[in-house]
């Protein structure tokens, strides 16, 4: 936590959005670089097939929000967060195989899928208990 001075007084920051804006912001570029520069298809390779994200986050859900004393409810988190991904991942094959419904007009499909996959997750988060 970083504790802001002057205007703010008693407004504190978590510098970890900042941490993780940079770890996720890194993932994106080099694969962005990768695609511009090499291939789009082993761009998509990489992001779509190894999920450093993921893993990221993963050991993040563990490793934050606990202490020692508690790092069975930790293990826990990391459990929660691996069978959310599992089925965000099948959503995420889902959404992304839509685009190929039409491919001369990749904008409007994105757009659609987008939509759809907003009315899963409100769903999902409504009428369950998340």
Known sequence: MYI??????????????????????????ISGYISKFYSPYLSGFIYGSLPFGAYYLYLYSIYNGGTKDNFNTDLDKG??????????GLLWVLMLSMIYFDLNRPISIVFIASVIYTAILFLKVKLTDV
């Not at 002057?6 to 996720?24: K, Q, R, S």
């Not at 459990?79 to 991904?85: A, K, Y």
């Open 79 to 88: 459990v929660d967060f691996i069978n959310g991904s599992v089925i965000g």
């Open 4 to 29: 802001v001075p002057g205007l703010l007084n008693g407004f504190t920051f978590d510098m970890d959005i900042i941490y993780n804006f940079i770890a996720g912001g890194l993932l994106i570029a």
